[in-house]
């Protein structure tokens, strides 16, 4: 069985934000991603960053010099309703559209498309939309999402109606620290083995989602490294890379700001600062999970009648 990671992140997946903090995605060029899951035995991979299909398209030409992996062109897009990943793309797909308009355009390029994080209630998934919607599979393991309820969820939806969806797992890694704990089995070992698998619903989700810790890394990785950036604008030898909205930010703002983020950067990364957030965000989650784990009798009910409304429709 061939294994695959088709949610992953990049430099190019551009910015968050934290109240009034803004700060990187992902601090990783494409070819670190490449590299990184050559080591943890991924056959194929998909960089789905956000809005915006540079990087992988950067990780698509690295990866040529290698035989023993393949890059998928994918973008993680936000629509109106949620997000949603389509895979094997040609070129960008715009932000902000309804997202029927959105899986139409990902058809017109003979894509595939997969709904990430359906059912999570801590970022922009399309929930029960993904049960009417043209969709080829769904996440039932993201690897961002180590709370009890989300993955869990997505499994009893899928476990209901074997054979409606393919099923998917992906890191959704933005980060070295939290890839290679999950990914998608298949038949085979290439892209077109791969997308041969979720056409015939023969996939299978493997893995679990990184740990808690795994996550507050990343946000170590992505302090870090917008420190070591930032440094490098202020000295004037951080150069501009079309389409990289992370040095496009970082050449934008002034010294000051440069300045005040470095030190927030290395203040953030002192080791107290870390253990706590690891304790706050487990805390967090877990919080979340047991108020919606309250809902699952009425939230499964509810996708039994959606999709019996919605069969009955197309009969």
Not at 6 to 25: C, I, R
Not at 125 to 146: A, C, W
Not at 260 to 285: D, K, N, Q
Request: aromatic share 8%; net charge negative.
């Amino acid at each position: 069985m061939g294994k695959a990671d088709t949610h992953l992140h990049t430099q190019y997946s551009g910015f968050s934000k934290l109240g009034v903090m803004k700060f990187p995605e992902s601090v990783l060029s494409p070819e670190m991603q490449v590299d990184k899951c050559r080591k943890n035995g991924m056959d194929v991979i998909a960089i789905t960053d956000h809005d915006e299909t540079r990087g992988a398209f950067i990780a698509q030409e690295y990866a040529k010099k290698f035989d023993d992996i393949d890059v998928i062109v994918g973008e993680e897009v936000t629509t109106h309703d949620g997000e949603i990943i389509g895979l094997f793309l040609t070129e960008t797909i715009p932000e902000d559209l309804p997202v029927e308009e959105t899986v139409d355009i990902i058809r017109e390029q003979g894509g595939i498309v997969i709904a990430p994080h359906p059912f999570s209630y801590h970022v922009f998934g399309l929930k029960e939309r993904i049960l009417t919607l043209d969709i080829d599979g769904f996440e039932t393991i993201n690897g961002g999402h180590p709370d009890a309820y989300s993955n869990k969820f997505a499994r009893m939806v899928m476990d209901k109606y074997p054979g409606r969806w393919a099923d998917m797992s992906g890191s959704d890694a933005h980060s070295v620290y939290t890839s290679g704990y999950n990914w998608t089995e298949f038949e085979g070992t290439t892209a077109e083995d791969f997308r041969k698998s979720i056409l015939n619903r023969t996939t299978r989700a493997a893995g679990v989602p990184a740990p808690v810790l795994g996550q507050v890394q990343w946000s170590i990785e992505v302090a870090l490294g917008g420190a070591k950036l930032l440094k490098k604008a202020l000295k004037g030898k951080l150069e501009p890379v079309e389409g990289d909205h992370l040095i496009e930010k970082i050449l934008s703002i002034n010294d000051l700001k440069k300045v005040t983020g470095i030190f927030a950067a290395y203040a953030y990364t002192t080791p107290w600062m870390a253990g706590l957030a690891t304790v706050l965000s487990t805390a967090w989650l877990a919080r979340g999970a047991r108020r919606m784990n309250a809902q699952i009798p009425q939230r499964l009910d509810e996708v039994d009648r959606i999709i019996k409304e919605y069969d009955a429709s197309r009969s």
